[in-house]
């Protein structure tokens, strides 16, 4: 039974690592000015609400909404806050409402993107 836990655990590990291997290989978003923080304009308009930035987290993280445990989404500076549990670790994506793309990826805390 320990062995079938920890063989479900290391793909899940796997496929998780893959996922984002694949998501970050799409091309760099990086700033030009050296920083890691979303470029979005004061003046500018969020295009996207709520709920699809909660679906752009969840698609891209190949998850039902309903999955997801502990949800939260917060809206400051244009960018939605996503941050949820799923399968024992923490997520927290950072959605970029008038570009209408994910600006950062968080995994227990440690950026990914």
């Not at 909660?54 to 960018?79: G, M, P, R, W, Y």
């Not at 399968?87 to 995994?107: C, H, M, P, R």
């Amino acid at each position: 039974m320990k062995n079938t836990l920890r063989l479900i655990a290391l793909t899940l590990c796997l496929v998780f690592v893959a996922s984002f291997m694949v998501a970050c290989d799409k091309g760099s978003k990086g700033n030009t000015d050296g920083t890691d923080a979303p470029q979005t304009t004061a003046a500018a308009e969020p295009t996207i609400d709520e709920a699809k930035a909660k679906q752009l987290a969840f698609t891209d993280l190949n998850i039902q909404e309903s999955a997801a445990e502990d949800l939260t989404v917060e809206f400051e500076n244009n960018n939605y806050t996503i941050t949820f549990k799923w399968s024992g670790f923490e997520y927290k994506y950072v959605i970029d409402a008038v570009l209408g793309d994910i600006a950062q990826i968080y995994f227990d805390g440690e950026p990914l993107l």
